[in-house]
């Protein structure tokens, strides 16, 4: 069974950093196509950034790059959010997601994180 587990969410100043990591288990990790994914108040959950399987294509929604950082390390089983220079509008509950395959909807989530940035 594939369980995926977010850590490091809190209350962090705008300007401030914060980062997130998520485990996954089930598989080798290697396996898994990861994405971080959030849902702020009010809205519907949106993309955020993934990375493949081999960690060598990272994506990023246009409101984040330059400022957040996806990583992996297999060895760890784990993936990262660096988030940095946060605004308030990136207050939201933050999910991981993993997948087997390359390509489309990831088949297994985690349970979420939130993130508070403090104007």
């Known amino acids: 069974q594939v369980q995926v587990v977010e850590s490091g969410g809190g209350l962090v100043q705008a300007g401030g950093s914060v980062r997130l990591s998520c485990a996954a288990s089930g598989r080798p990790f290697s396996s898994y196509r990861m994405g971080w994914f959030r849902q702020a108040p009010g809205k519907e959950r949106e993309f955020v950034a993934a990375?493949?399987?081999?960690?060598?294509?990272?994506s990023y929604v246009d409101s984040v790059k330059g400022r957040f950082t996806i990583s992996r390390d297999d060895a760890k089983n784990t993936v990262y959010l660096q988030m940095n220079s946060l605004e308030p509008e990136d207050t939201a509950v933050y999910y991981c997601?993993?997948?087997?395959?390359?390509?489309?909807?990831?088949?297994?989530w985690g349970q979420g994180t939130q993130v508070t940035v403090s104007s």
């Open positions: 997601a993993a997948d087997m395959t390359d390509y489309g909807p990831y088949d297994y």
């Open positions: 990375i493949s399987r081999s960690g060598r294509t990272k």
